[in-house]
């Protein structure tokens, strides 16, 4: 149990890499109501994962340069 909080809490993503069994279960389920329901398309669907996981790397990797430089600015050696 302490590695799948460890993994979960530091944010590695990908397949059975700390994702909590019920998490798994439930995105499933919803995938699958949306495809007997045809809300969606089969394509769609499968297709998601694959287009938002780099969407939300590329998000952390702005946000964590842009809290960098907010936070910890470097230093020019002008003085105001």
Same mark, same amino acid.
């Given at each position: 149990m302490f590695l799948i909080n460890s993994l979960w809490h530091k944010g590695v993503g990908g397949l059975n890499l700390g994702?909590? @069994?019920i998490v798994e279960?439930? #995105?499933e389920g919803v995938a699958y #109501?949306?495809?007997v329901q045809h809300i969606h398309y089969t394509i769609d669907v499968l297709a998601t994962p @694959? %287009? %938002?996981y780099p969407c939300y790397r #590329?998000?952390?990797y702005l946000l964590n340069?842009?809290?960098r430089r907010v936070l910890h600015p470097?230093?020019?050696g002008k003085s105001l």
């Open positions: 994702i909590p @069994i279960i439930t #995105l #109501l949306l495809l @694959i %287009v %938002v #590329l998000t952390r340069n842009i809290s470097r230093k020019t």
